[in-house]
């Protein structure tokens, strides 16, 4: 048996069900609400990509704080510097020189050669041998340049003869800013006037990128051959390479042409291990560091700004913040090895669904704290620990290959948490309670005015309220015919204009807005009637009728004597006088209403 008195304890302690359903109403009204409004508002600024910028910059934040792999042994990269451009006294390498160079390297037994060398037109001496050089040798990849026919580029070409299976195209792709933070696999060309064809001006060629082509020749000797996945996606032995979408991450509607992917960066200048052109022809170069490797060539001179970009990294640097283009190659055939033969975990993103999850979630964390913590101290310490939180869980992600908004949720939490604050403070006020009263005040006046508006149409258009019409009518009639039998009328003013004001203020017509039909309460010993027919009629007024005042220094109506009775006004039948009461009736209280509201 459980003891009663622990039950009665726990039942104290715990909060009873009306408790539970006022404080989620509660929450439902101040928190949920306020969240929602807020996710949305976030998700809708986010498509526009209002927000792109700031979540750009937050991943070249995490990119400059993440910890660097260190030096990929496998590659090494060999770069004609200023002082190899001054030591040779050849601004541009001649033919001769690059054979030479190449010839060197390849005595050393490397897997796989990048000429990172744009070399379309003969820079003699030298060229001939040079184009031999190259036909005749299968570990060389060399570079072209994709046409742009907007920029009126024509693009261009490989060597003159060399094989079309080693050719990739050498061009990267920038964010607004001039970033490098992405880049394609695979390009078709675009067609321009320039009368020259060649493969990367032809439309119908879709041509390789020169990392792709270099990792690729490097792999095949390791029995690794690149296919497609059943959705389309490049695959690198059992490796699939998911493509960049339009609004991966912080991207909002990216052109992501090319089948692109984010750049993983290793480092920020160390991505492999650098010698420079002189130290290869004068052979210092130490043979294991070329044996079984890849090598790539290229400018790393200052004053080769032209293949030369900003990174991630730049922003953190204070010198050389331009990554040589070769270097920048570099990083990406370390990724595509580090992702087949180190299974390295790629970048990978949420839907736009689960994004919006993950907004509303810190938006619904910010809510619920402004509602729990009022103290402004407390709050304001535990906003910023939460804002950590969220930073540290995204930045968590991100180095396990995960990049989700970071901004988006940030300003989701301060948004709902400054919403649900400034919510409670003009509740407090009582702003919402005396802008309810005013607004009722409004709709009671208009609703009051119009009500009492359709009492009295009801009346003026009643078949009671005609028939009185008609007999005013008559009762003029008559005068006019009592002022022909000659009944004299009110010293200084016709009988005509005295008996129509009688029966006006008898019968005469509603008044405006609620105030219609109101009877004169005068009593009649004050204001003795004045006639208003001939001996025809002698019926008394009805009791409440509105009598015929005498104007001040008026003389009295022609045999009428000041000491005796004057004639009344006809009388009507008893059933039109009880017409007459009810519209009086109606009339009275219409007026009591007035007089209400009015107080």
Request: overall charge neutral.
């Amino acid at each position: 048996m459980i003891d009663k008195n622990l039950l009665t304890k726990i039942r104290s302690v715990l909060p009873s069900a009306t408790d539970l359903k006022e404080a989620a109403s509660t929450f439902f009204r101040e928190v949920a609400i306020a969240s929602v409004a807020v996710t949305c508002l976030l998700a809708g600024v986010k498509q526009l990509g209002t927000l792109e910028a700031v979540e750009l910059n937050a991943f070249d934040q995490m990119i400059r704080l993440r910890p660097e792999k260190g030096p990929d042994d496998r590659l090494l990269i060999v770069g004609i510097t200023d002082g190899d451009i001054q030591l040779l006294k050849e601004p541009i390498l001649s033919d001769r020189t690059v054979k030479r160079l190449l010839e060197k390297i390849e005595q050393l037994q490397p897997r796989a050669i990048g000429l990172d060398i744009l070399r379309d037109v003969p820079v003699e001496p030298g060229n001939a041998d040079l184009v031999k050089y190259l036909d005749r040798s299968e570990g060389i990849i060399t570079v072209c340049k994709i046409s742009d026919p907007d920029a009126k580029d024509p693009g261009t070409p490989p060597p003159p003869g060399f094989p079309k299976d080693r050719v990739g195209f050498a061009d990267l792709v920038v964010d607004a800013g001039g970033i490098l933070r992405r880049t394609p696999f695979f390009l078709t060309p675009q067609e321009t006037p320039f009368p020259l064809k060649h493969l990367c001006n032809n439309p119908s060629n879709q041509v390789p990128s020169f990392a792709l082509q270099v990792a690729n020749l490097y792999l095949e000797q390791q029995g690794i051959h690149s296919g497609s996945s059943r959705e389309g996606e490049l695959m690198l032995g059992s490796t699939v390479f998911k493509r960049l979408e339009k609004n991966s991450g912080g991207y909002q509607k990216a052109d992501v042409g090319g089948n692109q992917r984010l750049i993983d960066y290793r480092s920020a200048g160390s991505v492999a291990k650098q010698v420079s052109l002189t130290e290869v022809l004068n052979g210092k170069l130490d043979a294991n560091s070329v044996r079984e490797r890849i090598v790539l060539i290229g400018y790393t001179a200052q004053t080769a700004k032209q293949d030369s970009f900003y990174t991630p990294y730049s922003a953190g640097l204070k010198n050389s913040q331009k990554m040589p283009g070769v270097v920048a190659h570099a990083q990406i055939v370390s990724q595509i090895l580090s992702a087949v033969l180190d299974k390295q975990t790629q970048f990978w993103f949420w839907p736009e669904w689960a994004e919006v999850l993950w907004i509303g979630a810190w938006s619904l964390v910010g809510g619920t704290l402004a509602w729990r913590i009022r103290h402004p101290g407390k709050f304001a310490l535990v906003s910023i620990s939460a804002l950590g939180v969220l930073f540290a869980t995204s930045f968590g992600l991100f180095v396990r290959g995960g990049w989700l908004p970071v901004v988006s949720p940030a300003i989701a939490l301060i948004a709902s948490a400054g919403s649900v604050v400034l919510a409670d403070r003009f509740n407090k006020a009582g702003y919402p309670q005396a802008i309810a009263n005013r607004v009722k005040q409004v709709f009671k006046v208009e609703i009051d005015l119009t009500k009492k508006e359709r009492e009295v149409a009801e009346i003026t258009e009643s078949e009671t309220f005609k028939e009185l019409q008609r007999k005013a009518r008559e009762l003029r009639g008559r005068e006019r015919q009592d002022s022909q039998a000659g009944v004299a009328p009110t010293a200084g003013e016709p009988a005509s204009n005295q008996h129509a004001a009688a029966a006006d203020d008898y019968f005469g017509p509603p008044r405006q807005k609620g105030k219609q039909l109101e009877a004169k309460d005068a009593p009649a010993a004050a204001n003795p009637p004045s006639p208003i027919s001939s001996a025809d009629h002698s019926s008394p007024l009805p009791e409440n009728a509105v009598p015929l005042k005498h104007h001040e220094g008026d003389a009295p109506a022609a045999g009428v004597s000041n000491g005796q009775s004057s004639p009344q006004p006809p009388a009507f039948e008893s059933a039109e006088d009880d017409y007459l009461q009810q519209l009086r009736s109606k009339a009275k209280k219409l007026k009591h209403r007035d007089e209400k509201s009015g107080d």
